[in-house]
């Protein structure tokens, strides 16, 4: 049979229902061109349904919190103190009367201000980094990496306590705290993946051809560990979450009253037994916001290690 033969038997392959093709013939390229990554495989699994309900209701709430919240977060009402939870206020009222329900939807603007930044700037940071070490190698690998370990193995609540005390408490101090002990961490983790990408032949293509280093990482490294990336950004953005709420309990986040949920926690704390509602729903706020992010997490990693 001729060349031409066969390319007619393709090509000749009859549609189905509606002018459709068949399946597993050459004329069926959206079904095939499915990735790992695809969404709607994701949303199959329960987890990830879950995680993405999670992380965007929390970011719905911390944009039009004063739209949802019954009450002002900041009110002090003495004479309704320390209310446990029932119709007039779903979640209680703390030490002084303010409604609990407002302030933990409140609470969630300035974690979710400081979370996404100091992840950016983590993420951005570590990823050059990792990226250049890896395709580059040679001296400027080994001084950065060196660099990186000791940043790595530097107790980071002492760190953080430091430049709080240098700096002054802040929204930025918290950003460039957390993002800053973030580096070492993407950096290892992208530079492991570019070193893999590094031996493939179409780098080595890349480089007889003569494509500058720059071009060479943004156009060909890059875009085959971009899940990789992906998936440092959306685990670092739990552990910034947390992180933001741990310093802002330990004194050295967001200022005492603030509704921020674990400045809500440290403020309440000494009411646990009178009051264990103003401590839970905080706390609760916390936990569920860096379990959807974990989930969500957790499933990309599953897709990318198997492409």
Partial sequence: MKVTDLKGAVTAAPPERGGEPAAGTLADPVRRARGPLDPRRLARHLSFAVGGFLLVGWIVVALFWPHLAPADPMAQHPDLRM??????HLLGTDQFGRDVLSRVLAGARPVLEVAPLATALGVGVGSLLGLVCGVRRGLFDEIAMRVLDVLAVFPSLIGAVVVVALAGRSTTTLVLV?????VPIVARSVRAA?????????VEAARLRGEPFWSLLW???????????????????????FAASTLSFLGLGQPPGSPEWGASVADNRVFLQQGWWTVLF????????????????????ERVAAR
């Fill in 83 to 88: 209310r446990a939870p029932g119709a007039g």
């Fill in 178 to 182: 957390i993002g800053t002990f973030f």
């Fill in 194 to 202: 570019a070193l893999t990408e590094r031996e493939k032949p179409y």
């Fill in 219 to 241: 156009r060909e490294v890059l875009p085959n560990i971009a899940g990789t990336v992906l998936v440092e950004a959306t685990s670092r953005l739990g552990d910034a979450v």
């Fill in 282 to 301: 905080p706390a609760l706020a916390v936990g569920s916001l860096v379990v959807g992010v974990a989930l969500v997490a957790d499933n990309l990693r």
